[in-house]
């Protein structure tokens, strides 16, 4: 399979997943003979130019535009953590861009199970300062699919080389809905009857919040050790603020590499576990009412450039969800902002 091919494949399938055609959203389908057809299933005299289908062709053509830039890179070669909740200290290597895929399928008392996704662009803005777009969605068994919203994440580290404890701040805004159910972080009093709500009711409310988190990260002797506190303010002044924590621990299958190469080399495997759940908010901070899960993780680097990630969540408590499972997928570019700067001949 090329690279452009699988390429579409994947973000063919992400975009199905999140559930965000544009015509869909808009209420408007086209017609076997390509005129649009309404809701009301009158067939419009005229050619399918409403904006909605604008912004489709707009939308599509800078998708294989993104395709062919990215047919020209090659796929770096990184050894990814098994991470999909606690992040490490290592940045990605700047120029490069890496696009992920995560789902996760969550049982639910009182309500419906889930099926979450959300997609990723992150970049190497600078060896310093990383920088990331989230797009979410998410499918409600017997409800309904829709999309939830969009994160901006940025991670700066203050320190040029390594040191004892490696420290990484972060700032995310976010700008979701009440029926986003990606549990990308356990925060405030964060609990499992919050997604019971049926998505026509859930959506109809909106976060815009700024999400902090010092990453503290250590790696020795194969074995890296991460701790994230995080703290999360939502932009009305009179919601308090909210905190939480993740935690992890990881260690490649083994460190010495093969001489040939290989899908199945032991190197090639990174185990690890995590944990994480919420810390209260400033009215009432501690475990009182809140959620935590604990979570095996393993992450498959194969030598194509290809990252694979499975981690099976279980809460720990009556607030948690019974099972949070989560996969991804993930490819890094090398090369993706020379390539960019070399195309609108920007001199870098």
């Known amino acids: 399979m090329g690279l452009h091919e699988s390429t579409t494949g994947v973000l063919r399938r992400m975009q199905s997943a999140l559930g965000i055609g544009l015509c869909d959203l808009c209420g ?9 057809v309404g809701k009301d299933q009158s067939l419009s005299l005229r050619p399918s130019l409403t904006s909605c289908q604008i912004k489709t062709l707009i939308t599509s053509f800078a998708l294989y535009s993104f395709l062919v830039v990215l047919f020209f890179l090659r796929p770096a070669q990184a050894q990814e953590s098994p991470y999909i909740v606690t992040y490490d200290h290592y940045l990605e290597e700047p120029g490069s861009l890496e696009i992920e895929y995560f789902s996760t399928f969550g049982t639910q008392r009182g309500g419906n199970d889930f099926h979450a996704a959300w997609l990723e662009f992150e970049y190497g803005a600078k060896a310093w300062w990383t920088t990331e777009l989230y797009l979410d969605g998410q499918t409600t068994f017997n409800d309904s699919t829709i999309f939830t919203g969009f994160r901006w994440e940025n991670r700066i580290s203050p320190l040029r080389r390594e040191h004892f404890v490696n420290p990484v701040l972060y700032v995310e805004y976010e700008q979701i809905s009440e029926a986003d159910k990606i549990v990308k972080e356990i925060e405030g009093h964060d609990v499992e009857s919050d997604h019971g709500i049926p998505n026509a009711l859930a959506r109809q409310g909106h976060n815009h919040e700024l999400e902090f988190k010092l990453l503290l990260s250590k790696t020795f002797k194969g074995w890296n050790v991460a701790v994230n506190p995080l703290a999360t303010k939502n932009l009305l002044p009179s919601v308090p603020w909210e905190f939480g924590y993740a935690i992890g621990a990881s260690r490649p299958l083994a460190l010495k590499a093969s001489a040939n190469r290989c899908n199945f080399c032991p190197e090639n495997f990174i185990a690890g576990v995590e944990m994480y759940g919420g810390l209260g908010d400033t009215a009432s901070f501690g475990l009182h009412e809140t959620s935590h899960y604990l979570a095996p993780a393993m992450a498959w680097n194969l030598p194509s450039g290809w990252t694979l990630r499975l981690s099976p969540g279980f809460g720990l408590n009556d607030n948690s969800h019974r099972l949070l499972l989560r996969w991804g997928l993930s490819r890094e570019f090398s ?14």
């Open 28 to 36: 408007i389908r086209r017609g076997s003979s390509g005129f649009a």
């Open 335 to 348: 090369g993706f902002g020379e390539m960019v700067s070399k195309l609108f001949g920007v001199r870098r």
